[in-house]
């Protein structure tokens, strides 16, 4: 079964750093790009970053650049984001997403569950 | 990069069609057939329904399809469901990088 598990839920205080997790199973972990797309609560969707887990080439999204770290565990086919300096703002639901082949390299075809971020003091 | 501008409200009777606009720049939607669309559930993962402007995913029903003229691009819901309630938000490749539209809450009156 093809599918991304992701790690549990998070409280952190303000000025802290954050690490989530996604375990991907069922499909070769490095033949597609790794995602990260949080959710602010009632807000949309927001492009983080990715990775190549092949190599571990990453790209981000200007807003992040600085404060966010993906990186990718390919013997246990796992990725990781990391969020330093953590603000109110910053709590969201981070998800995951990455490609599939039956759907083109350029969109978001698997999901993970979503984890919950939590940033109050 | 600026977030792609969709309506913030879309809504049809049952039976009829919704079309909803995904607006960028010749940086993103205009520079690459590389748009796609997700239908988001409440409480649930955001979920393919097009990609590659046009092409639908196994299993997504043809009431579903996506255009794209210029820096516009639309998905068009046709038959509306009840089931087709739901947060519909565009995405497009832009260079090194992706954006996300504002999203699109669809109502089935």
Same mark, same amino acid.
């Given at each position: 079964?093809?599918?991304?598990?992701?790690?549990?839920?998070?409280?952190?205080?303000?000025?802290?750093?954050?690490?989530?997790?996604?375990?991907?199973?069922?499909?070769?972990?490095?033949?597609?790009?790794?995602?990260?797309?949080?959710?602010?609560?009632?807000?949309?969707?927001?492009?983080?970053?990715?990775?190549?887990?092949?190599?571990?080439?990453?790209?981000?999204?200007?807003?992040?650049?600085?404060?966010?770290?993906?990186?990718?565990?390919?013997?246990?086919?796992?990725?990781?984001?990391?969020? &330093?300096?953590?603000?109110?703002?910053?709590?969201?639901?981070?998800?995951?997403?990455?490609?599939?082949?039956?759907?083109?390299?350029?969109?978001?075809?698997?999901?993970?569950?979503?984890?919950?971020?939590?940033?109050?003091? | 990069?600026?977030?792609?501008?969709?309506?913030?409200?879309?809504?049809?009777?049952?039976?009829?069609?919704?079309?909803?606009?995904?607006?960028?720049?010749?940086?993103?939607?205009?520079?690459?057939?590389?748009?796609?669309?997700?239908?988001?559930?409440?409480?649930?993962?955001?979920? !393919?329904?097009?990609?590659?402007?046009?092409?639908?995913? &196994?299993?997504?029903?043809?009431?579903?399809?996506?255009?794209?003229?210029?820096?516009?691009?639309?998905?068009?819901?046709?038959? !509306?469901?009840?089931?087709?309630?739901?947060?519909?938000?565009?995405?497009?490749?832009?260079?090194?990088?992706?954006?996300?539209?504002?999203?699109?809450?669809?109502?089935?009156?």
């Amino acid at each position: 079964q093809v599918q991304l598990v992701q790690s549990g839920a998070e409280v952190k205080n303000p000025g802290a750093s954050v690490k989530v997790s996604c375990k991907a199973s069922g499909y070769t972990f490095t033949d597609f790009y790794m995602h990260w797309v949080r959710q602010a609560p009632g807000q949309g969707l927001e492009w983080m970053g990715w990775i190549n887990p092949n190599n571990g080439d990453t790209s981000y999204a200007q807003n992040f650049q600085g404060r966010v770290t993906v990186t990718r565990d390919t013997s246990i086919s796992t990725a990781y984001v990391e969020l &330093s300096r953590l603000r109110s703002d910053d709590t969201a639901m981070y998800y995951c997403t990455s490609h599939y082949h039956t759907t083109g390299y350029f969109s978001f075809a698997l999901w993970g569950q979503g984890t919950v971020v939590t940033v109050s003091s | 990069q600026s977030a792609l501008t969709q309506p913030p409200s879309a809504s049809g009777s049952p039976g009829q069609s919704v079309t909803i606009s995904c607006t960028g720049t010749s940086r993103d939607v205009g520079g690459y057939n590389y748009v796609s669309w997700y239908q988001q559930l409440p409480g649930k993962a955001p979920k !393919l329904i097009i990609y590659d402007v046009s092409n639908r995913p &196994s299993g997504v029903p043809d009431r579903f399809s996506g255009s794209k003229s210029g820096n516009t691009a639309s998905l068009t819901v046709s038959g !509306l469901l009840a089931e087709d309630e739901a947060d519909y938000y565009c995405s497009s490749f832009a260079g090194n990088s992706y954006v996300f539209g504002t999203g699109t809450k669809v109502t089935v009156l």
